[in-house]
């Protein structure tokens, strides 16, 4: 059929002289199921990789100002709600900043007081919250509340981290860690102080010490930290791995598990998160967020399903729930992760999409492994995130379909990824941290000096300027699926039906907001796949956004579409805006 039909096949100009979608604005309206932070989509930036303005090879503030526009509401933006920065905050750099010295403050390698000013006035102008990764498990050992702590048992912050006396010494003499606790980073959780004669728990590295959340003064300090970044105008906080800030107040060892590869997995985690002193702790924390109207929070769930996710998820809090990224490429697989997040999720919270972020293998690769259709895969990934139930998580170069990178060994950064072998399996978080690849040049506009991290080999051909200048690329896929949700109510605040598939590839679902309805209908295979429209909500459909703007012939029969190898496409009923 002829596609110009359908509404969707435009031309490169027209395409160009689309309106500009206005940003929503800064304030939360109060409706329940309303505010940004549930509409909206939110960007990862990693800074260190995205753009760097000082040609030292690593990203930094001024670097991400200038590329605002990419993110902004304009017509070469993406049109995110807010951006999430992994952290800028002084750090010794063992864990990429996850180890940090300073909460209250910038590392100079990424700016100064004055760039974090600017970066929000700049953001706030264009529509854009500011969404701060707060690290508050642990600090790095070089902290100076962690420099005082292990000097003694009587200082001012001796009991403000983890310790406990030695459980005995072992047969050579050595004193004995006080459980069975595991670091997640490899190794006992535990490590021994001489100057206390006492050990000190790090859930990560050994240069990651706990802090005491039980403690009345780690609390109040932490608020603090927390209170300055709201005056300085953050609008909201990620929590890293937030369900493991309660610890077991007798510290006792946790159930062990029989053989697995990962050793951390050999263990049930019954003591070391998860623990009732959480719900206090994120009452507190949120009480002072809730403070301020409009700012939001989301809890890293460090390990669990969907089931635990939506426990941890309460009114005005979000848990990221790693459901389907967990997932193969394949529709039953997705169906089970959408059926079980909905079902522990239910009507009355709010869940999160993830496919990808810093941690994890990049969308395309992980999906597509060795296949050569990894480009289309990444597509259909992307029309899978954006048009769900919940708030898309977006990580920065998936809207490039970037991959991994593969780092040589004399390369690695990933401290954890150092250690790797076969008593201690890891994946190398590095391959999906590569710099952010803007232009052809050298440093792919990156930097103008040597990139911290290798670059995409692909990246004279896969980056922004090149994407940009074409109106059928992932990243104009990207624009035309988040400027969609965003004007649709239906995609952004409606409830998720599954709908019945035809095939086994098929998977499509229904969105509904009062008279607002959409279908999506994703083809996971690499047959063309046929899919009846009719559903009882309406019979004529139109597609409002496809995977490419060409669509096949015959792409629409009757009261069926049939998709091309992955290829997904959304619908609205004939008539509907
Ligand atoms: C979170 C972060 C990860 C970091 C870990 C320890 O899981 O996402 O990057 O290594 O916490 O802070």
């Known amino acids: 059929m002829d596609p110009t039909a359908t509404g969707l ?21 109060g409706v329940p199921g309303d505010d940004w932070w549930q509409r909206g989509v939110i960007y990862q930036v990693y800074p260190r990789s995205f753009a760097d303005s000082n040609g030292d090879g690593v990203g930094d503030l ?15 933006g993406l049109g995110v709600d807010a951006i999430w920065l992994s952290p800028i905050y002084p750090s010794p750099g063992l864990d990429a900043g996850y180890d940090i010295s300073d909460h209250g403050a910038i590392d100079p390698l990424f700016g100064t007081d004055a760039d974090f000013e600017r970066l929000v006035a700049e953001a706030h102008r264009r529509g854009i919250r500011i969404i701060l990764d707060l690290v508050l498990n642990h600090t790095s050992d070089r902290h100076p509340w962690f420099v005082s702590s292990r000097a ?35 190794g006992s959780a535990w490590t021994y102080e001489p100057a206390r004669e006492q050990f000190y728990l790090h859930t990560f590295l050994t240069e990651q010490p706990d802090l005491d959340w039980r403690s009345p003064a780690v609390r109040e300090a932490q608020y603090a930290m927390i209170r300055g970044w709201l005056d300085r105008g953050a609008d909201g906080f990620r929590l890293d791995v937030f369900n493991a800030l309660v610890k077991d107040a007798e510290l006792r060892s946790n159930p062990t598990r029989g053989w697995r590869r990962r050793p951390w997995d050999r263990q049930e985690h019954r003591h070391d998160k998860d623990q009732p002193g959480l ?23 460090f ?28 529709a039953p697989a997705y169906a089970r992760a959408i059926r079980e997040r909905e079902a522990a999720f239910g009507p009355g919270r709010w869940p999160t999409v993830v496919l990808s972020n810093h941690d994890r293998s990049r969308t395309a690769t992980r999906l597509a492994g060795s296949r050569g259709d990894t480009d289309e895969i990444a597509r259909a990934a992307a029309v899978v995130l954006l048009t769900q139930r919940g708030t898309p998580f977006l990580y920065y170069g998936e809207e490039l379909g970037l991959r991994d990178v593969e780092i040589p060994r004399g390369e690695i950064q ?19 941290r590569s710099p952010m690849p803007w232009t052809a040049g050298p440093g792919a506009g990156f930097t103008t000096g040597r990139p911290w991290l290798r670059l995409t080999p692909d990246s004279a051909i896969r980056n922004v300027e090149a994407q940009a200048a074409d109106a059928d690329s992932i990243l104009a896929l990207y624009r035309r699926l988040i400027a969609v949700r965003r004007v649709t109510p239906a995609l952004n605040r409606g409830d998720q039906v599954l709908l019945p598939a035809p095939a086994a590839e098929v998977l499509a679902y229904l969105r509904q907001a009062g008279a607002s309805v959409a279908l999506t209908v994703v083809n996971f295979g690499r047959r063309p796949a046929r899919f009846e429209l009719s559903t009882g909500v309406a019979t004529a459909w139109r597609p409002l956004v496809t995977t490419h703007l060409a669509l096949p012939a015959g792409f629409r029969d009757g009261g069926a579409v049939r998709l ?14």
């Open 9 to 29: 096949a435009r031309s490169p100009s027209e395409v160009e002289s689309e309106p500009v979608v206005e940003a929503t604005p800064l304030t939360s309206t």
């Open 62 to 76: 001024p670097g991400l100002v200038a590329h605002l526009d990419h993110l902004g509401h304009g017509p070469d």
């Open 152 to 186: 003694g048992r009587t200082g001012p912050h001796a009991d403000w981290y983890v310790w406990r006396d030695p459980a005995g010494r072992d047969r050579s003499g050595r004193p004995r860690p006080p459980n069975n606790w595991l670091s997640f980073f490899g």
């Open 279 to 301: 719900r206090e702790v994120l009452c507190e924390l949120r009480a002072i967020v809730d403070a301020r109207p409009g700012r939001m929070t989301v809890g890293e769930l």
């Open 303 to 330: 390990e669990g399903g969907p089931a635990v996710a939506a426990t941890h998820t309460a009114d005005r809090h979000l848990v990221f729930d790693f459901g389907l990224l967990e997932q193969p490429w394949a």
């Open 414 to 432: 990933d401290p954890p990824a150092r250690r790797a072998g076969l008593a201690f399996p890891w994946w190398n978080r590095d391959q999906c």
């Open 564 to 577: 091309g190898p992955h290829e997904a496409a959304v619908f609205v009923p004939t008539g509907a805006g």
